[in-house]
């Protein structure tokens, strides 16, 4: 069974940076797209950025030119480095991973981010 254990977050104030980890265990396939999703209290969850196997991206608009997502594949690891941080931008941040040969997803528990002076 796969899990993911994210990192990283915590108190920022707006203008600062953070960068978000997510380890993954136990998933014995290859992994396709990794990415992450946030959640603030009161709002759905939604979509924050997307990497492909093969690097390709893609982001909500509202994080564009801020955000980057990376991995790395022999770590089975992905990343989320946020700059310029904004308090929009709190939330619960929640990283996945897709079996790549299988329609599996798997999510982790979540990391708390607050943008905050």
């Known amino acids: 069974q796969g899990q993911l254990v994210e990192s990283g977050g915590g108190l920022v104030q707006p203008g600062g940076s953070l960068r978000l980890s997510c380890a993954t265990s136990g998933i014995i396939d290859k992994i396709g797209k990794m990415g992450w999703y946030r959640q603030a209290p009161g709002k759905e969850r939604g979509l924050v950025a997307v990497?492909?196997?093969?690097?390709?991206?893609t982001y909500v608009d509202s994080v564009k030119g801020r955000f980057t997502i990376s991995r790395d594949n022999d770590k089975n690891t992905v990343y989320l480095q946020m700059n310029n941080l904004k308090p929009d931008d709190s939330a619960v941040y929640y990283c996945?991973?897709?079996?790549?040969?299988?329609?599996?997803?798997?999510w982790g528990k979540g990391t708390l981010v607050t943008v905050a002076s």
């Open positions: 996945t991973a897709e079996r790549y040969y299988v329609a599996i997803t798997y």
């Open positions: 990497i492909t196997e093969d690097g390709s991206t």
